[in-house]
């Protein structure tokens, strides 16, 4: 019978500290194994509850940075990575699967695994394969899943039931197919949360699955009743309505990609009313405070104040008709729109600072047009980081931005942010990697790596941004506005000031 060995992925470091020849579980945790035909697995140890067991090929490294992204839900998540090559290894079941609460496989086709996995995964209660061989068989909850044809990864689990009912099931599978599809790391992450959040235990970062929907009229009519009416008698805010009714509450790039296509008036009218001044939908959200990013210290040879962080900002504010643009963003919700540029600004107000980001947006019916956001900013305690906050369709948004770093040419800079729009029970993180003309900077500088390292976020993690057809952006800056204080592109400290 094939038995596995721990052994380091090849390409991956991290993998080679956490995978050894004796698989090491921590007092008090239960953990779960899979059997993979040629790559790695991924064993998320949870605490009281058991594991939660992903494996997909050749992933090694992007999948093994989960484990961070995990603890930052929960420390009391834990992911082990680990290579199979079927030779004997007599304590995995009896260690591992003896008690696992669930196990996931991807691209499990090798025979022998797949006949080891049936051996030995029988008391499982929940098992769920993607594209791997039809004879591992799906179940939720102890019941069996059976299905025909070529479906998308979650679509063949769309006949299962729950005990809480069969559209609450469906809701949860759709939710997990749509972010699985976009193949990118926060939907991984999320797809993961959701399967435990639904079958297994709660997740506090999903509560929000679990809000009542739009069904809730009773306050709605009482306090919203023009709002809604406008709403319904407006296109587009009906079509966004409709496209966000069909959108899982804690799916960030279905919800915006839908607010971001059909924005107007009588939508910001209706959020602002129904969700920001009355809460209708009993929403709620935190800044998360994970990861946490350190700013930049030292520019040029100074020590960073506000004042030069803001200066930072600004950019090429001046010689440009921008601050920077985005080359590159990490999350999938806010930071992948085509031709972003960035505008801060000081206002005509003493101590005030603003920025205003302008991005393209490709609608849901294929049309590009140009939005524009405003954001008031305030200096946090330590310079380099800020408070952020704006009013999108109806709905506040408060940020918690970090200057993580800049190059002392202004040839790129790296921006970190946590952030949360509460009324929507919406958190979020991302970074933006920006530079004068939005072509990717040298992806070999130490120093971008270095910043990247401080944010735990990989290369691989950031998606190029589209900058190839950004005519008519609809830039400028309010009359009176200031630019910089102390330092921009080309000019050192205390030469703006003298003049």
């Known amino acids: 019978m094939p038995r596995l060995q721990w052994q380091p992925y090849e390409s991956s470091p991290w993998l080679e500290k956490v995978a050894s020849a004796r698989l090491r579980i921590r007092p008090g945790k239960r953990s779960c194994a899979t059997r993979i035909a040629a790559g790695v697995t991924i064993s998320i140890i949870f605490a009281s509850i058991g594991s939660l067991i992903f494996s997909i090929k050749r992933f090694g490294q992007p999948i093994g940075s989960h484990s961070h992204r995990l603890k930052w839900v ?40 797949v006949q080891w996995l049936i051996n030995n995964s029988k008391h499982i209660s929940n098992v769920i394969c993607f594209q791997s ?34 559209k609450e099931s469906a809701e949860v599978l759709k939710t997990i197919s749509n972010a699985w599809e976009r193949h990118n790391s926060d939907d991984i992450r999320f797809c993961l949360l959701v399967v435990v959040n639904a079958y297994i235990r709660p997740v506090s970062m999903l509560k929000n699955l679990r809000a009542k929907g739009l069904s809730t009229l009773s306050c709605m009519i009482k306090n919203c009743g023009p ?23 804690t799916d960030q790039v279905c919800n915006y990609r839908c607010i971001a296509s059909y924005e107007s008036p009588y939508l910001e009218a209706f959020s602002l009313c129904v969700l920001q001044k009355n809460n209708c939908l009993d929403l709620n959200a935190e800044i998360p405070s994970k990861p946490n990013v350190m700013p930049l210290t030292m520019f040029r040879e100074q020590k960073l104040s506000h004042e030069i962080a803001e200066d930072l900002f600004v950019g090429w504010l001046d010689s440009m008709e921008w601050s920077w643009r985005v080359a590159a963003g990490q999350n999938p919700a806010y930071d992948q729109f085509p031709c972003q540029y960035q505008l801060f600004y000081r ?25 524009r956001r405003r954001y008031r900013v305030r200096r946090a305690s330590t310079p380099g980081t800020f408070y952020f906050s704006v009013l999108d369709n109806g709905v506040i948004s408060k940020e918690f931005w970090t200057i993580v770093d800049v190059a002392e040419d202004f040839s ?27 072509s990717y900077p040298d992806v070999e500088d130490p120093r971008l790596a270095s910043a990247l390292e401080k944010c735990a976020i990989k290369k691989w993690e950031l998606y190029t941004v589209d900058n190839c057809s950004c005519m008519g952006a609809p830039l400028g800056t309010p009359e009176g506005s200031k630019l910089h204080h102390q330092i921009s592109p080309g000019k050192e400290t205390s030469i703006l000031q003298r003049r």
């Open 227 to 249: 709002q809604i009416l406008n709403c319904l008698f407006d296109l587009n805010c009906r079509k966004a309505l409709q496209c966000l009714n069909s959108c899982s509450p």
């Open 412 to 438: 790129w800079g790296l921006f970190h942010y946590h952030g949360a729009a509460q009324a929507a029970g919406l958190s979020y993180t991302g970074a933006v990697l920006v530079t004068p003309d939005g």
């Open 133 to 166: 061989s039809p004879s591992l068989v799906n179940k939720l909850g102890g019941t069996y899943v059976q299905y025909t044809g070529e479906q998308d990864m979650f679509g063949k689990l769309a006949s299962i039931g729950k005990p809480s009912g069969v």
């Open 347 to 371: 206002g005509k107000a003493k101590g005030s600072f603003w920025y205003e980001p302008v991005f393209q947006v490709k609608t849901l019916e294929g049309e590009l047009v140009w939005r």
């Open 74 to 113: 929960d420390e009391g998540f834990e992911m082990l990575v680990f290579t199979d090559n079927l030779i004997d290894h007599d304590n995995l079941r009896k260690e591992l699967l003896s008690q696992c609460d669930m196990l996931l496989n991807v691209a499990i086709t090798n025979q022998d695994a």
